[in-house]
Nanobody
Framework: QVQLVESGGGLVQAGGSLRLSCAAS????????MGWYRQAPGKQRELAAQ???????NYADSVKGRFTISRDNAKNTVYLQMSSLAPEDTAVYYC??????????????WGQGTQVTVSS
């Protein structure tokens, strides 16, 4: 198991930047999938960025070139650097950790979310 706590959200003007942090309660070394999802009002939660095993990184098309996901295993923290923010990026951003057991079953853990609001 792992507990995740996000921080860094807030109100920013269009074109601005924010960096989100996700602090884990235990070592994230070996957690194969860690990422950021977001949920805008009235919409389903969607993947924004994800780091997989083997160094594979996935971004939603809508954030490619603007968002960068990274991790610091020594600090048990995952980051999401967001730049050139637009009003459509307004959402609650959730940190996710996907942990597989020895049988290959995946268990997902979520943080409580952090609000990002981009004003036009």
């Amino acid at each position: 198991q792992v507990q995740l706590v996000e921080s860094g959200g807030g109100l920013v003007q269009a074109g601005g930047s924010l960096r989100l942090s996700c602090a884990a309660s235990r070592s994230i070394y070996g957690i194969s999938a860690m990422g950021w999802y977001r949920q805008a009002p009235g919409k389903q939660r969607e993947l924004a960025a994800q780091m997989m095993g083997g160094g594979i990184i996935n971004y939603a098309d809508s954030v490619k070139g603007r968002f960068t996901i990274s991790r610091d295993n020594a600090k048990n923290t995952v980051y999401l650097q967001m730049s050139s923010l637009a009003p459509e990026d307004t959402a609650v951003y959730y940190c996710n950790a996907g942990i597989e057991d020895p049988l290959g079953r995946r268990y997902d853990y979520w943080g409580q979310g952090t609000q990002v609001t981009v004003s036009s």
